[in-house]
């Protein structure tokens, strides 16, 4: 007898005298769970993102779709940034005003080669307003989770108000669980060594988001 085969006879055994109960799994609780907290305007909701995000330390700033292009190019310049590594998937246009030279993500690119790239441009799946988190779930225009990990400095662009949601639960329904999920909310950082705050230890030490929407530009912290 195998160790699995005993650990399930021992599990019939105890479960032997349970009565059997024919409600569906989905169907034995109440849940009636709240889906958002507030009623808010669509507007509102984008300003609790980036209330949020900012308080979270990430740096958020305001455009539209035909000034995103010199924004992405005066942040990587701002940086002093020299390389940049581009998602496969992401829109050429967004990076037509800079001359950076840009890395493309690849499978076989090693994280010591990651390390010396100096930024990382990538869109989003979806950002939940509520927690001020921002959502990649390896798409295309997003590309592979270590390329948000290792460089120290991380452009990511939400379209607003496509790409806004409420909250965690709202953006589970807009998610494939099947993918590699990456929730970010605001810039790596740690506390664990007595209680000093410290970025960059699992991630990007500085996180600049991209709010791009059809509407007038507005910085938002900087």
Known sequence: MSSRERILGRVERALANVPRDDTPYDQAFARGYLR????????????????????YRALVHRCTEAELAAVIAGLLAGRGSKTVVVPRGLEPSWLAATDVEQVTDRAESTPAEL??????????????????????????????RRITLVPDHHICVVRVPDQVVSSVPQALQRLDPTRPLTWISGPSATSDIELDRVEGVHGPRTLEVVLVSGQASTEVNS
Not at 36 to 48: A, F, I, M, N, P
């Open 36 to 55: 958002e907290h507030g009623d808010r305007s669509v507007e509102q909701t984008v300003e609790l993102l980036a209330e949020n995000l900012a308080d």
């Open 115 to 144: 390390d010396r790239v100096d930024s990382v441009v990538t869109a989003c799946a979806v950002a939940a307003a509520e927690t001020g988190t921002i959502v990649l779930d390896g798409g295309p225009d997003q590309g592979r």
